[in-house]
């Protein structure tokens, strides 16, 4: 392995090299990485691997090599099988709401957290809406249901003003918009971070060109402010449609079931579903899979468009 | 007191207003249900049941519902196995990952550049459910706390961070060990863990949250209910309703007040490191951004 070899371009260094010494080197380098490369191995490239069962009939009891090859039926089952559509269904509509309502949020706050110029308030408000994204979804799904629910704050205040009560919690039409308010309450806060830190490096010099010239705030955020976060927006756009599929997965396991699988069930809960829950792991696996595959796709093309626009993208080259 | 610039001047009371408003509303929506929680634990039972389930302003504190979770139930076990997770967790990972970043950050490792290549790959395409699922039952893992853990080892977000942090050290101070006759491994304990405590303190504190925030795992790899974690606990008898009686515990507290009284418990932690999280975060998070 590579263990035992010697860095050609060692000897290029500096000082007088005693090649005893450089083996040494390397030895210790190796043994600080291998723990963290043998993490690797195992449990992404070996699940890596593991993604052979969707090309099988895995039975747990008889493992890998005992449990039957069925070559692409998994994937022509997938493409006619009106559940997995549905699934594709609401996790698009899911992806689409968030881009829409939960991408910009965190821009408005951030305009409104940067225009703030009391530090002491500033420093408040942003150690309060960074918190949200520390909490686990079991916690804010729990939070959720306390405010929301059928027994809960906001349908008490109601009842007592003598109106009647809402049904948010388990209640399908509901459900898309109340995931998409979930995630702006947990995350909207944290991905303040960036866009302030591109507001914050914005070149005050060309505010003040801009006032002098007269104009209004409105012309300053439009003509001065975002073409100069322009690279940014970009770049976390381009991030987001990378991960399109990627809506999560928790969020909508702790929930699916209080809404049924019609209006819940996301790409994810459905491979939970049909492996976990049925048994299914074949057909489950190859659900992943192609989700897996089509997301690189989507980081490759996201990446493309990115650069096509004159912008750095996600990764070079 | 004005600190706006010059050639902004001091916006309108009105805007001023608009403002203020818009950020106490802000302050109160991430705030007011956190609150709500925490009363509702500490109200009395019959105040519970009298407003219908919840309470905003206790009238008597009550501490009962968490004398009653904590004797010995299931949910302070469970509070005992996410503890233990997230303290062995964290230290596994922080120095499984110290050693792969401090490796990788050397210009001088061989083979160096692929290996970096085959970790960042991992970002691109995370290990699926089922696989992983595989890769757990494979490795005879199941059933153990081990499955807690070892499969979340390194997070690539923050190896970056830190690689990125360690890249940023002089190299100078390496060449000057290095003429001292320090090997890679006295330079690591010497020059690196030394610069890098607020680093390490930030990367540590993410893995902490990330084992202690861990619940979904538990389901599908723990046969034994009793080994469950607390997030795993909360989702089964706050989120999923199940009735308190299914663990063994009923007592005088109302089923509500006990219900928020997890939910606050399983929050606590978090809310006690926030501070210590926050001194440091943004800077990781951007740094990490950047490098990413």
Partial sequence: MVMTQAPPEATAQTGPPKPAKRRHVNRTLYLLLLPGLLYFLVFHYGALFGNVLAFQDWIPFLGVRGSAWVGFAHFERMFTDPLFWSAVGNTVLIAILQLVFFFPAPLALALLLHSIVGGTVRKFVQSVVYLPHFLSWVIVVALF???LGGAGVV?????????GGIQVIGNPDLYKPLVVAQVIWKECGWATIIFLAALANVDEQMYEAAAIDGASWWRRLWH???????????LLLVLRLG???????????????SVGAEAGEVLDTFVYYTGFASGDFGYAAAVGLFKGVIGVALIYSANKVAHRLGEQGVYKS | MSGYPAWQGRPTLGVRIVKGVALAFIVALVLFPLWAVVATSLADPQQVIDNGGWVIWPERLSFEAYSEILAGGIVSRALLVSGGITVVGTALSLVCTIGLAYALSRPRLYGGKPLLLLVLFTFLFPPGMVPLFLVVHETGLFDSYAALILPFLINVFNLVVMRGFFQSIPEELFEAARL????EWAMLRRIVLPLSKAVMAVVGLFYAVAYWNRFFEAIIYFNDQTKWPIGTVLRQYVTGGAALAEFGEAGTASPQSVQMAVVVLATLPIVIVYPFLQRYFVKGVLTGALKA
Wanted: no cysteine.
């Fill in chain 1, 145 to 147: 249901q306390h405010m």
């Fill in chain 1, 155 to 163: 349908n008490g205040w109601l009842a007592d003003l003598g109106v």
């Fill in chain 1, 224 to 234: 001065v402010t975002l073409p100069a976060i322009r690279p940014i927006i970009i």
């Fill in chain 1, 243 to 257: 991960e399109f599929l990627s809506i999560g997965f928790e969020q909508f396991f702790l929930q699916r079931q």
């Fill in chain 2, 180 to 183: 001292d006759g320090a090997g």
